[in-house]
């Protein structure tokens, strides 16, 4: 291929190989429904099948584009497979990927205001357009991460700051211990959290759950006296609004009224079962987050918006912004102080425009399509629930709140404990082998439990109801007397 040694691809081209690209996503959103959900290749069969070295001259696009289709595409596990019911959903929607498209090309960098104008500003409009569907109060300034990981890390290191702002300077040495606290089912990044910021993982403390999984705060408030009976400091408090497992809420208004009496930040992970605010009807899933100090919701999860995209909510921003916030002379500025500068709230330098997706998403659907959308995906976890419940060889094991359903297979003749957990990862591994399908699990009181989460924009009841023929004909076929060995585990998706 010859070309233009200097340069970008030329504009012909670029529109030729765009036209072209876009007409195989097209197409591969049809015929990708007849490949496996979960991909079947062996580890390492990719790296196998590319070369070692990269290529001395260039080579067409439509070439790469025909090897992505051959070597990669057999690598991909479908996430945006309407079969797709593992984890938590990850929010792909066509416009969305038009806007991830569009921000990539028009290249902007937005760690100040200066360096893109548009970014910043249409990152505060579209926050603000998400927290009025949410209803909550205008206290709340927001900012858009990566992840909802990211985002706990800065809410315990606001925290952090508020309480000891000397550490910014001096570190932690000869301070006492910061105690944080999480219920039991909280995510493991909050784990990841207290170990990044050095707080130390054995500070953390897990606070018991009732029998709806929901953390208790009678528990929370003996653990913080306890804790400063020993000398230690209570620093924050993470509720979550759809845990992970089984997407239970923690009693976050009694959990708020706790921390506002011992002086503690409150966070609520709100990452998955938080967009379920914009429905009246699910408006009490987010009772209580309008007394929180922040909050995280991931509209990448739940909303229809290609990975990665995370709401981080704080009603006190300066004080993130003061543990945060360090400008070197090659980033000083001469616009007014009232421009806010993304860079000055978190530790990362760099910001995309993340911003585009989310507006472009908002405004195709609507908050009443998007509403729509949420309304049918809990219907479908009814649905499944009820099937569930009328097997008398399977059961439901926690209350289906939004649209993930936790179940087992309960056949008879095979013991609770080590044998039905076997019974049940087999299951699983069954279904995910026929391809038409992909399911999680996790584990609740030592019992291997199947996950059925409902997310994608795609699904209709056809997969879910495919899905209840399957582990119905496949739960008969298993062979109870030789199961192999294997012990239940806890998944922990969150991104």
């Known amino acids: 291929m010859k070309r233009n040694p200097l340069g970008d691809m030329p504009a012909e081209e670029f529109r030729e190989d765009g036209r072209r690209l876009v007409e195989w996503l097209a197409d591969y959103f ?175 403390r897990r606070i018991p759950v009732d029998a709806e999984y929901r953390m208790r705060p009678d528990h929370l408030e003996t653990s913080i006296e306890a804790d400063r009976r020993a000398g230690h400091v209570p620093l924050a408090v993470v509720a979550t609004v759809g845990t992970t497992s089984v997407t239970s809420v923690d009693p976050v208004t009694s959990i708020a009224g706790v921390c506002a009496r011992e002086g503690l930040w409150l966070h609520v992970d709100a990452a998955y079962a938080g967009a379920a605010g914009i429905l009246p009807e699910c408006r009490w899933a987010i009772e209580g987050i309008d007394r929180a100090d922040s909050f995280v919701v991931n509209p990448h999860k739940w909303m229809f918006t290609p990975f990665d995209l995370s709401a981080f909510y704080c009603r006190k921003m300066d004080l993130l912004r003061a543990a945060f916030g360090l400008t070197p002379e090659y980033l000083k500025t001469s616009e007014p102080s009232e421009v806010r500068n993304l860079m000055d709230t978190g530790f990362q330098l760099g910001r995309r425009f993340r911003a585009l997706k989310l507006w472009v998403v908002m405004r195709y659907f609507g908050l009443e399509g998007i509403r729509a959308r949420l309304r049918e995906h809990m219907r479908l976890a009814r649905l499944f629930a009820e099937w569930v419940d009328g097997q008398p060889n399977f059961e439901r094991v926690a209350p289906v709140a939004f649209s993930v359903v936790c179940f087992r297979a309960v056949p008879p003749g095979v013991d609770e404990g080590p044998e039905l957990n076997r019974f049940n990862e087999r299951l699983l591994q069954a279904l995910n082998d026929t391809g038409e399908v992909f399911l999680s699990h ?50 922990r998706p969150h991104e």
Not at 73 to 94: I, R
Not at 168 to 181: C, E, I, K, Q
């Open 30 to 204: 049809q015929w990708s429904l007849e490949n496996p959900v979960l991909s079947r290749v062996r580890p390492g069969a990719i790296r196998e099948g590319l070369p070692e070295s990269a290529p001395e001259e260039g080579e067409p696009f439509q070439g790469i584009l025909e090897d992505f289709e051959r070597l990669l595409v057999p690598g991909l596990t479908q996430w945006n497979h309407p079969g797709y019911f593992a984890y938590f959903p990850c929010g792909f929607s066509a416009p969305g990927a038009l806007a991830d498209f569009l921000s990539t090309a028009v290249s902007q960098q937005a760690m100040l205001w200066r360096t893109s104008p548009a970014a910043t500003e249409l990152e505060q409009v579209v926050l603000a357009w998400l927290r009025r569907a949410l209803g909550l109060p205008e206290g709340f300034e927001g900012v858009i991460y990566d992840t909802a990981s990211t985002a706990v890390v800065h809410a315990i290191a606001a925290a952090r700051h508020e309480k000891a702002p000397e550490v910014r300077t001096r570190g932690l040495a000869g301070l006492p211990a910061f105690r944080v606290y999480a219920s039991e089912h909280a995510h493991s990044s909050v784990d990841k959290a207290v170990i990044t910021l050095g707080l130390g993982h054995e500070n953390l």
């Open 442 to 491: 996790t584990s609740l009181d030592g019992r291997y439990v199947i996950r059925l989460a409902v997310g994608n924009i795609r699904t209709t009841e056809a997969q879910v109801r495919r899905t209840c023929d399957l582990l119905l004909d496949l739960a008969g076929k298993i062979d109870t007397v030789n199961p192999s060995p294997a012990g239940p585990g806890a998944e």
